[in-house]
């Protein structure tokens, strides 16, 4: 099973400000890694698949990059709607498809 | 535009059974894998169960494997998850979510708003 770390647990960061948030695999998943935002009392909202390309829908202020085991989810000027929680999940080696343990992103 | 309602949670005895329904729409239903992912309280996202385009292959998370029976009826567009032998630890919001392609082991672009299931006596 693959194992999946977000770092840090929660950020706090300011608004208009970029944040950035880390997820690691404990091994190789090459580009196969999805981004989520999760709001309170709502679904997950899918952002990013294949490491760094944006889901319909999704403003451009949210990029993905990284590949292997090293990912990382960049929010370039936060807005009030960002703040939320994120989840990283690999697809490459499955079953079981794994989710990181989510950052929780909040208001500085 | 896709819709995924999903029904049938509730409370339930250690022990008990339940079935989760998700009834879609919005998009040709099977054309696709969908997957159940659960949310304890307060926890992370949890894969619990996939099943492909035409219903012939499932998988199933070792925590639920030999409980859970994933199905789904294309001419009803209606995914499905029996649960049996429900424990206390089965307590999430239980998700169900369209996979991206006709078979699992992808992402998901879709999710329902959840229901929730509690295990308690």
């Known amino acids: 099973e693959v194992l999946m770390t977000q770092s840090p647990g929660t950020l706090s960061v300011s608004p208009g400000e970029r944040a950035t948030l880390s997820c690691r695999a404990s091994?190789?998943?090459?580009?196969?890694l999805a981004w989520y935002q999760q709001k309170p009392g709502q679904a997950p909202r899918l952002l990013i698949y294949?490491?760094?390309a944006r889901a319909t829908g999704v403003p451009a202020r949210f990029s993905g990059s990284g590949s292997g085991t090293e990912f990382t989810l960049t929010i370039s000027s936060l807005q009030p709607e960002d703040f939320a929680v994120y989840y990283c999940?690999?697809?490459?080696?499955?079953?079981?498809?794994?989710f990181g343990q989510g950052t929780r992103l909040e208001i500085k | 535009e896709v819709v995924l309602l999903e029904s049938g949670g509730g409370l339930v005895q250690p022990g008990g059974s339940l079935r989760l329904s998700c009834v879609a729409s919005?998009?040709?239903?099977?054309?696709?894998?969908m997957t159940w992912v659960r949310q304890a309280p307060g926890k992370g996202l949890e894969w619990v169960s996939p099943?492909?385009?035409?219903?012939?292959?499932?998988f199933y998370a070792d925590s639920v494997k030999g409980r859970f029976t994933i199905s789904r009826d294309n001419s009803k567009n209606t995914l499905y998850l029996q649960m049996n032998s429900l424990r206390a630890e089965d307590t999430a919001v239980y998700y169900c979510?369209?996979?991206?392609?006709?078979?699992?082991?992808?992402?998901?672009?879709?999710w329902g708003q959840g229901v929730l299931v509690t295990v308690s006596s």
């Open positions: 979510a369209k996979d991206v392609r006709y078979v699992p082991g992808y992402y998901f672009d879709h």
């Open positions: 919005g998009f040709t239903f099977g054309n696709y894998a």
């Open positions: 099943i492909n385009g035409d219903g012939r292959d499932t």
């Open positions: 091994q190789s998943v090459s580009s196969n």
């Open positions: 294949g490491a760094s």
């Open positions: 999940q690999q697809y490459d080696k499955w079953p079981p498809i794994t």
